[in-house]
């Protein structure tokens, strides 16, 4: 067989993310000139707005990935290169997902899998540097060993000066059979998450010695998917709190593989609203357990696809998904996002809207055939292509992500500020039988007179094309299941462009409590007459905080809150510079709180879990029937079935009324009350911040 059908363990949809607690603690000062003459009337069904002041990172070069593998013959034709660097591609993976943990570099072998020809190492540096990319490489887990991979990186960087940044130490390891499906190869007698860990730490050790400046990076499960929250018999964890305990100081990245496996169409679109949960959750297990590195270590998605092997997937709908998902997840702290895969093969055949969909998880055709129906000629790209291209025309590394946001839920919006101080716009429109006129909004940038350039991607179009003349700055009509992408240019002497001061450095958090959050940052170059500390509101920013120097104190914060920032410079003109990296914190809970709450997940299931929880109290008064209020942070976590305690939820709140025999509460921490409940998680399930004992906040212990 010439390519690869996945064959995967069970995955489920992704869960809701929960809104940010906002704290109302300051007005907002003006972020831009005024504009000289007032907004134009509104046209549309749809508003989107954009805010150039509310920043959601830099486009990293690996941003767009793909993967490719040593089993298609066709992965290093000229035609490949080329396609992807029209498209922007600038991350491509190797040796091809499972393939990696049976793979040896030096003979290029694959017992049990079928290598093609002119796949070998040096043919795939080829394709590369042909496309202007870099390497993400994994080294063999599942039959290698920490020396195999050092050679690699010797003859790699050293013997042939190729540079490669980026190894992955194994593929989906969590799949070996550790939890009961095993698709991933690993030979070691101990397969457990403890055991994957310390070898980490060894191919770590031997890769760095040869050259300390690769990236090395660890296998984590998505948070909400199997085998997430899943304890093996004989572990004291789960699969990422025993990994990232273990090697959080070593490792320079984590990767995570997303396949909502939705049912395609409308439905996965839909999951797409429901990754930033999961990728904050990845990004609080690195905060737990790696403390002030976290900044340092990097979130990868080297897999991603609408479904795991099955389903619509070269046609329009998944093109829009990938847009959406590549998209939504550089927005969210992704550095690189690597669609599965280059070549794979058609699959079963159906019509979506009238177009022939050949099930494959290929961006490129690789000509193969179902029964008597044929895929088109060897490299022609299906749906997908189009849409990861369309992000790559939306702006290019060293970008500024933005903030943005749609009025209605047909239509979806992505933006960055680009180094020249142009504006890209990504307008998606989801509805497959509605147009949408959008009337567009911008915060923090004025656009000039000049028209914007389009680029479009809807039915008919042969794939992204020219559509100068269809939109302008100020409105744009999407045709159904389309992609529409504005470059507005800037007016003259307004924006980030015409400060004279830089960008100021990431901002750190260097101490939190309840109430209070002191940051500090690199300063920005040029003279800055203050910087200015704002937060996220959706797609307003409010100033919190302000300072001649590089730190400031934010002060009364509510406890248990999540806040995102950026720190903007002013310049002597009063002009803002663009918006520093955002940094996102969660304030604790009060150590003089009368109460106490233990909340821990006792065991999970990908989509469920069991949770204990014992409330004390410790203030100097008897309490003789209590009430415990909580929140949900994810939309998809509900409570199912309970004991030793009543629950009542309405939507993400949920309120605990004593039981029969622990409605007392001794003072002092005299005696306490436990109870529990079964759980369902339909994706992220992060732990609630703040609890309640009859109106009081208590301090949450672990």
């Known amino acids: 067989m010439l390519f690869r059908r996945r064959s995967a363990g069970p995955r489920r949809p992704l869960a809701a993310a929960a809104p940010a607690v906002l704290a109302v ?67 491509l993976r190797y040796p091809g997902g499972s393939y ?47 020396q195999e991979a050092a050679d690699w990186v010797r003859y790699a960087n050293v013997t042939k000066g190729y540079g490669a940044k980026y190894w992955e130490i194994g593929n989906e390891i969590y799949g070996n059979g550790v939890y ?39 296998v984590l499960t998505m948070p909400g998917n199997w085998p997430d929250g ?93 847009a959406e998902a590549v998209s939504t997840a550089l927005e969210n702290g992704v550095f690189s996002v690597d669609w599965w895969d280059t070549h794979n093969g058609a699959g079963p055949i159906t019509t979506v809207n009238g177009e022939t969909d050949y099930g494959d998880m290929g961006l490129l055709s690789n000509g193969s055939c179902t029964g008597s129906v044929c895929e088109p000629a060897v490299n022609t790209p299906f749906a997908p292509y189009h849409g990861i291209k369309a992000v790559g025309a939306l702006g290019d590394p060293g970008d500024t992500l933005l903030a943005s946001g749609a009025s209605g839920p047909d239509v979806s919006s992505h933006a960055v500020l680009r180094a020249n101080g142009d504006l890209g716009v990504l307008l998606l429109n989801k509805s497959p039988s509605t147009s949408h006129t959008v009337d567009l909004r911008y915060l923090g940038f004025t656009p000039g007179t000049a028209a914007p350039a389009v680029q479009r991607w809807a039915p008919g179009d042969p794939g992204l094309v020219d559509a100068a003349g269809t939109a302008t700055a100020a409105s744009a009509t999407l045709a159904p299941y389309s992609i529409t992408v504005l470059t507005v240019h800037a007016k003259p002497g307004t924006g980030s462009s015409a400060a004279t001061v830089g960008t100021p450095g990431a901002p750190r958090a260097t101490a939190v409590d309840a109430t209070t959050a002191t940051l500090s940052w690199p300063a920005a170059t040029g003279a800055a007459d203050r910087y200015e500390v704002y937060e996220q509101l959706g797609t307003t920013v409010q100033l919190i905080g302000s300072s001649t120097g590089t730190s400031t104190t934010l002060r009364n914060l509510p406890p248990g809150s999540r806040h995102t920032v950026n720190v903007l410079a002013r310049d002597q003109a009063g002009r803002l510079s663009r918006p520093s990296a955002p940094l996102t914190f969660t304030t604790g809970t009060p150590g003089d709180s009368t109460c106490t709450v233990s909340y821990r997940v006792t065991s999970g299931w990908g989509n469920g879990f069991v949770a204990d929880v014992v409330v004390s109290n410790t203030g100097p008064a008897d309490l003789n029937g209590w009430t415990l209020d909580f929140d949900w942070p994810s939309a998809g976590q509900s409570v199912g079935s309970w004991w030793n305690a009543d629950i009542a939820a309405t939507g993400q709140h949920v309120r605990v009324t004593n039981g029969r025999d622990n409605a007392h509460l001794a003072p002092n921490g005299g005696t306490s009350a436990e109870f529990g409940f079964v759980g369902g998680n339909n994706g992220a399930n992060p732990s609630p911040t703040v609890f309640r004992l009859n109106g009081t906040v208590c301090r949450t212990t672990g």
Request: proline content about 6%; aromatic content about 6%.
């Open 100 to 146: 990696a943990d049976i793979y040896h570099w030096a003979d290029h072998t694959a017992p049990g899998g079928y290598v093609a020809p002119g796949t070998g190492f040096d043919a795939f540096m080829g394709t590369v540097r042909a496309t202007g990319a870099q390497p993400i490489l994994i080294a063999n887990y599942g039959s290698g060993t920490p």
């Open 25 to 91: 603690l300051a007005a907002a000062l003006p972020l831009s000139a005024p504009a000289a003459a007032a907004d134009p009337a509104p046209v549309g069904d749809t508003t989107v707005t954009v805010n150039a002041n509310a920043g959601l990172g830099t486009v990293d070069p690996a941003a767009l990935g793909v993967n490719t593998a040593i089993w298609d013959s066709a992965m290093n034709d000229p035609q490949v290169a080329s396609l992807y660097r029209d498209a922007g591609i600038g991350a």
């Open 230 to 322: 899943i304890v093996a018999a004989g572990d004291s964890g789960d699969w990422n709190h025993t990994v990232l305990a273990a090697v959080a100081h070593d490792v320079d990245f984590v990767s995570v593989h997303w396949y909502p496996n939705a049912g395609g169409g409308e439905q996965a679109l839909a999951a797409v609203r429901q990754l930033p949960g999961e990728l904050r959750e990845v990004r609080g297990l690195l905060d737990r357990y790696a403390g002030a590195d976290s900044a340092r270590i990097g979130i990868a998605m080297t897999e991603v696809n609408s479904d795991s092997g099955n389903g619509a997937l070269t046609s329009r709908p998944n093109g829009l998904f990938a």
């Open 180 to 218: 009961g499906s095993g698709w991933e190869n690993d030979t070691h007698a101990d397969k457990t998450p403890d055991q994957y860990a310390q070898e980490v730490k060894a191919y770590a050790a031997a890769m760095k010695a040869v050259d300390p400046a690769v990236k090395i990076g660890a």
